[in-house]
């Protein structure tokens, strides 16, 4: 669990923080991390754990998923969920993979027992909100989140996870809802 109080890490990313917010940041993956964001008033608080489903069986790893996300969304119950946006960099069969787990997260998210944002996320823009190199490898971008939130994390391989989860509570989501209305309106 990590602890940051909310006065220094307005003050690192520059801005206010929502407050009274859980946010819930999915990267998916074969082994796919998830981060809960808890903003409190004095206290952000961040949760995390992996999810590896070992099996070259599909159907397998889709149900395990939905039942894992499930429990998940029922246990915690996010106010927001972020969810990595998928690319095709080279492969088009790990982009319909990664492009399935996510839409598992969004289902579960819009079957949850109560109302929960749904948004997708690049990588890249999710680490520029925090003020973080977008196209980085990841070791690089856990090396820059450490230095600049001075977190230590025994798993970089967790740190897109975190970093979506705490998009939740940052104000670009305010900035979203300003624009779908705006086009509503014309």
């Keep these: 669990m990590i602890y940051i109080k909310r006065d220094k890490l307005e003050a690192t990313l520059g801005q206010k923080i929502n407050r009274n917010i859980r946010s819930l940041g999915v990267d998916t993956a074969s ?10 008033n004095d206290l952000i608080t961040i949760d995390y754990k992996w999810i590896d489903i070992k099996t070259t069986d599909n159907n397998f790893k889709f149900n395990r998923m939905i039942s894992i996300f499930s429990d998940i969304f029922k246990n915690y119950l996010p106010n927001i969920v972020i ?7 080279f492969n088009v069969n790990v982009v319909k993979l990664l492009s399935r787990l996510g839409m598992i997260v969004y289902t579960c998210a819009y079957l949850s027992p109560v109302f929960c944002e749904k948004h997708f996320l690049g990588p890249s823009s999710a680490r520029k909100n925090l003020g ?41 989501v305010k900035k979203i809802k300003k624009k779908k209305k705006q086009k509503k309106k014309i």
Excluded: C, Q, Y
């Design 31 to 40: 082994r796919t991390g998830w981060a809960i964001t808890d903003s409190h």
């Design 83 to 89: 969810i990595e946006d998928t690319f095709l960099r």
């Design 132 to 172: 973080l190199k977008g196209n980085a490898k990841k070791e690089k971008v856990h090396e820059e989140f450490k230095e600049k939130f001075n977190i230590e994390l025994e798993d970089p391989d967790i740190i897109d996870a975190i970093i979506l989860s705490m998009n939740g509570i940052i104000p670009w």
